[in-house]
């Protein structure tokens, strides 16, 4: 069997810095379309959506010397529904984004898994850090804590491992340590993988990426199975879906947020705050090669699932970030 290979992420954003750029102007025009009983809410997305996020702080602190408020603060009392959630996350820098989104996964009445599975499995070190730091500032609460208080078993193991932020960045391939590591997990077989201290769990939270696309290569010629086959064989419920994240992630990060977009979007019903979530913050990062991986994986061009799956001035906002 020829193994398969794992392309390091590519970076195509679609939202970038407007070259003409006029902070003052743009919050008058800010102030002008929420003047009256009526929202100008085209207004509001043509300018929100086609700024980068420095550029939108700008605009926010222009507002609130010239017009009182924070424009955040305006929006949310303008805005309503899923259009005020793209429009309001825009306006909030990555790493705050993503301290709610945890606080909000850990806070709701049934443990969203699944996003805390996302966002900490795709951060790097240093955005791990930001969001731990901003976390118990904001709350007051260490979020590792808050994590092991409402998770269980292995996977509370796996998301306190991920936020101490111990894996190795060094951009290095070591060859023979990723032989030697895919064989001593071939050797020691899937079952001792379920122990809490055994060696793969402490490969999987502190190699590289690229460490460990080398060690799934290898592993692969070994056994002649991808490193996935043996997780599903091995694990169950939340613990094998946090481990499936984070080789999905080693392989190719757009990949990875491909399938959730498309996952969000399969069968009845939307998952709107998967969807946003992933279109924004995603937004100056990849999402216009995860927007080609889309249409090259599903068929459909990720412009046409989002316009089928969403309405109104929402679908708006959303098919402006996406659109470059």
Request: net charge neutral; glycine share 6%; charged share 30%.
């Amino acid at each position: 069997m020829t193994p398969r290979h794992y392309w390091p992420d590519k970076c195509t954003p679609t939202v970038y810095p407007a070259e003409v750029f006029d902070a003052t102007a743009d919050a008058a025009l800010m102030c002008q379309a929420m003047k009256g009983p009526s929202t100008d809410e085209q207004a509001i997305i043509d300018v929100i959506t086609k700024r980068g996020i420095v550029q939108r702080l700008e605009i926010d602190e222009s507002y609130k010397k010239h017009h009182g408020d924070t424009l955040l603060n305006d929006f949310k009392s303008k805005l309503t529904g899923n259009l005020g959630n793209v429009i309001t996350s825009l306006m909030t820098p990555l790493h705050h984004y993503y301290v709610k989104e945890l606080h909000d996964a850990v806070a709701a009445q049934e443990t969203d898994e699944e996003t805390i599975i996302e966002l900490l499995c795709t951060l790097g070190n240093w955005g791990i850090k930001a969001v731990v730091e901003s976390y118990e500032k904001l709350y007051g609460k260490s979020l590792e804590k808050d994590l092991k208080d409402d998770t269980s078993d292995d996977f509370k193991r796996l998301v306190a491992a991920l936020c101490r932020a111990n894996r190795d960045e060094n951009e290095g391939i070591d060859h023979s340590q990723a032989q030697f590591d895919a064989q001593s997990l071939f050797e020691s077989g899937e079952k001792q993988w379920r122990l809490s201290q055994s060696r793969f769990n402490s490969i999987i939270v502190t190699r590289s990426y690229r460490q460990l696309r080398q060690l799934f290569l290898e592993y692969e010629k070994i056994s002649g199975d991808d490193i996935e086959v043996p997780i599903e064989r091995a694990f169950s419920g939340s613990i094998k879906k946090g481990l499936l994240a984070l080789v999905k992630c080693a392989k190719s990060k757009v990949g990875f947020f491909t399938e959730r977009l498309h996952a969000a979007m399969q069968g009845i019903g939307t998952k709107d705050r998967t969807l946003i979530r992933i279109v924004v913050a995603r937004s100056e990062i990849d999402l216009g090669d995860i927007k080609k991986t889309f249409e090259k994986r599903y068929g459909k061009s990720l412009e046409s699932w989002i316009a089928g799956d969403t309405s109104g001035n929402y679908k708006k906002a959303l098919l402006s970030i996406v659109s470059t």
